[in-house]
Nanobody, 125 residues
Framework: QLQLVESGGGVVQAGGSLRLSCAAS????????MGWFRQAPGKTREFVAAITWNSEDLYYGDSVRGRFTISRDNAKNTVYLQMNSLKPNDTAVYYC??????????????????WGQGTQVTVST
């Protein structure tokens, strides 16, 4: 099994950028699909992005496509989320998840086997 720890959250003005990291501890990190989700107060957990084990396929939610970029470094057991052109409605707790699969697609949160504790992102005007 994996243990996941997110970092890099903080407060940023609208139009700014942040880079989130998710560090994994445990075996076989390179075999997992990794995803990012977010949850704002009063809302359900929303799909943000996902990346396959070899970085061949990348997936993005409609609200972040063109602004966010997901990447991974299997040698460092780490997945990243580069967030640009941030908007106030990007404010949320951001979580990373790991899916050992097999899964047909990666939008539902229930396909993921492990989760981190989350990191807060606040975008101000």
């Amino acid at each position: 099994q994996l243990q996941l720890v997110e970092s890099g959250g903080g407060v940023v003005q609208a139009g700014g950028s942040l880079r989130l990291s998710c560090a994994a501890s445990g075996p076989d990190f390179g075999h997992y699909v990794m995803g990012w989700f977010r949850q704002a107060p009063g809302k359900t957990r929303e799909f943000v992005a996902a990346i396959t084990w070899n970085s061949e396929d990348l997936y993005y939610g409609d609200s972040v496509r063109g602004r966010f970029t997901i990447s991974r470094d299997n040698a460092k057991n780490t997945v990243y989320l580069q967030m640009n052109s941030l908007k106030p409605n990007d404010t949320a707790v951001y979580y990373c998840g790991a899916d050992f699969g097999p899964s047909l697609e990666f939008y539902p949160d229930y396909v993921y086997d492990y989760w981190g504790q989350g990191t807060q992102v606040t975008v101000s005007t």
